[in-house]
T-cell receptor, first 114, second 110 residues
Framework: DAGVIQSPRHEVTEMGQEVTLRCKPI?????LFWYRQTMMRGLELLIY????????DSGMPEDRFSAKMPNASFSTLKIQPSEPRDSAVYFC????????????FGSGTRLTVV | TQLLEQSPQFLSIQEGENLTVYCNSS?????LQWYRQEPGEGPVLLVT?????EVKKLKRLTFQFGDARKDSSLHITAAQPGDTGLYLC??????????FGGGTRLMVKP
């Protein structure tokens, strides 16, 4: 298995532009998570899906952030419009069934908004 | 909200030294996991502990889950430069979600 695949690995964009981050989870994993990581705040859960349905989006910072999971093999996180404070590394992770299963993280997307 | 506090936040040691990282909470977790993250990559699962008092060993790494399932520790014996990275503990409570600690950034100097 190729693991969790995220794209792009790096994204530099200007303030006000729309940014779309993509994630392909591990086949058969039924839960998908989007995290943001910064030095100041560590790993923050933004939203998670179970069987393609959003379960908890309380971590989404503002209406500028939205996430979709149209099928079991694809999810997107969109920021529109982007702001410099959105600069961070965004991780996608997937998890199989069973309470004690670990998360498998992708390699992340490093977003820089200038 | 379940919170996990890790200590120390930063640790710089010489190759061959021993170290212990702590993960504490006032909440009870059904299980606790430890991850290691290297620069430019996502966290990678090292171990899951489930039973209070459980001890697991992974080569030079020893993981312990507290009797009350509120805390955990990671002990590294004879640290190597390859152990350098960010160590994260994460607790599993209600639902399918993990709560992550703030991490311990370890640097092992040759």
């Amino acid at each position: 298995d190729a693991g969790v695949i995220q794209s792009p690995r790096h994204e530099v964009t200007e303030m006000g532009q729309e940014v779309t981050l993509r994630c392909k989870p591990i086949s058969g994993h039924n839960s998908l998570f989007w995290y943001r990581q910064t030095m100041m705040r560590g790993l923050e859960l933004l939203i998670y899906f179970n069987n393609n349905v959003p379960i908890d989006d309380s971590g989404m910072p503002e209406d500028r952030f939205s996430a979709k999971m149209p099928n079991a093999s694809f999810s997107t996180l969109k920021i529109q419009p982007s702001e410099p404070r959105d600069s961070a590394v965004y991780f996608c992770a997937s998890r199989g069934t069973g309470v004690n299963y670990g998360y498998t993280f992708g390699s992340g997307t490093r977003l820089t908004v200038v | 909200t379940q919170l996990l506090e890790q200590s120390p936040q930063f640790l710089s040691i010489q190759e061959g030294e021993n170290l212990t990282v702590y993960c504490n909470s006032s909440s009870v977790f059904s299980s606790l996991q430890w991850y290691r993250q290297e620069p430019g990559e996502g966290p990678v699962l090292l171990v899951t502990v489930v039973t209070g008092g459980e001890v697991k060993k992974l080569k030079r790494l020893t993981f312990q889950f507290g009797d009350a399932r509120k805390d955990s520790s990671l002990h590294i014996t004879a640290a190597q430069p390859g152990d350098t990275g960010l160590y994260l503990c994460a607790g599993s409570g209600a639902g399918n979600m993990l709560t992550f600690g703030g991490g311990t950034r370890l640097m092992v100097k040759p």
